[in-house]
């Protein structure tokens, strides 16, 4: 009775077919080629594993994040997770001026990332860093960066399986930050309004981020200054004043009752698409899909054209990548069996 092609009897009615001669000289093999059939099968099967292996490339059952720095300086990666979220190993990595690294998180991971500047730390990772600081150790286990600091914050595979992120100055500002999605199926971006209403005014998977450097244009009272005066970082003026006003806490704790201060807005004037207060949802939030993004300390002025940039370098590697691994799998394939 004929049963169902398996690839395994495949390999061996082909080991079957080859015919190896010895002669007092040389060894020569002869093979007799397989049916066209078979050959067919094997061509079939070649087919399905590179379709798998696209498949593999392009959902990503957890998230990735990129890291570039291209700061003058070291910038050393902080990280928190959200409570009931593993810690990531990026929390304890310190960038060179231009190096990169990469971490990978599980479905559904939600956090926040930022830059520290300044550290210094002994062999044992204990020290301190001028900002950003998470409780003088080299890896942020679970702690949050010390105000002020510019955070890029994420929650994956949320509301509808989408990724929603940001970049926030709600806790103030120490370096230039944006978020780029690196690979997406191009779902639109929301923005949401007092009301919790949604709207798609903003681009789709559009870049987050301050490109600004908000030192240098920090109102005196908000500055934070290293011992030589050099202004290192700018705080919010929640942090300065501490006032319900300005926390949006207390009688303040609404929308309607909160609305931008002064100081907020100056911020949202030099960053326009990053948070600026506990409130400023309605351009801040964007969603994607796909669970990647490239988060670039220092990144150029331009956020749109550095987006297309960065996606069009991480497309065309998965892309080469893919199209290396099935030139190999068919050179193999058409070598052995055709």
């Not at 920090?218 to 942090?239: F, H, N, R």
């Not at 100081?263 to 994607?288: E, G, R, V």
Request: aromatic content about 8%; charged content about 10%.
């Amino acid at each position: 009775m004929k049963g169902r092609w398996n690839p395994l009897c495949g390999i061996v009615q082909l080991q079957q077919r080859i015919i190896t001669i010895m002669s007092a000289s040389q060894y020569k093999r002869v093979v007799v080629l397989p049916s066209f059939g078979i050959r067919l099968r094997w061509m079939t099967l070649a087919m399905l594993m590179i379709l798998v292996l696209n498949s593999g490339l392009s959902n990503v059952e957890g998230g990735s994040f990129q890291f570039q720095n291209l700061c003058s300086s070291t910038v050393w990666i902080g990280s928190q997770s959200n409570a009931g979220q593993p810690v990531l190993p990026a929390g304890s990595v310190a960038l060179k001026p231009g190096a990169a690294t990469s971490v990978s998180t599980p479905s559904g991971w939600g956090g926040r990332f930022w830059g520290r500047t300044g550290c210094q730390f002994d062999s044992s990772g204990q020290g301190s860093c001028s900002t950003g600081d998470c409780g003088g150790t080299l890896q942020c286990t679970g702690m949050g960066g010390s105000p002020p600091a510019t955070l890029a914050e994420f929650t994956l595979n949320g509301a509808n399986g989408k990724d929603y992120y940001d970049v926030s100055l709600v806790d103030g500002y120490n370096l230039p930050i944006s978020v780029a999605p690196s690979r997406s199926s191009g779902s639109s971006s929301v923005s949401i309004n007092s009301s919790g209403s949604s709207s798609s005014s903003t681009p789709s998977c559009g870049v987050a981020g301050c490109t600004g450097d908000l030192n240098e244009s920090c109102p005196s009272e908000l500055q934070l200054q290293a011992p030589g005066g050099q202004v290192i970082a700018c705080k919010s003026a929640c942090e300065a004043y501490g006032t319900a006003q300005y926390c949006c806490t207390g009688t303040y704790s609404s929308p309607a009752t909160c609305p931008p201060t002064t100081l907020s807005q100056t911020f949202k004037a030099a960053c326009p698409n990053a948070y600026s207060y506990a409130y400023d949802d309605a351009s801040s939030i964007y969603t994607c899909t796909g669970g990647s993004y490239i988060i670039t300390f220092c990144p150029r002025s331009s956020l749109s054209s550095y987006a297309t940039s960065s996606q069009l370098s991480w497309h065309s590697l998965q892309n080469m990548h893919l199209f290396v691994l099935s030139i190999i799998v068919l050179t193999i394939v058409l070598h052995l069996y055709v």
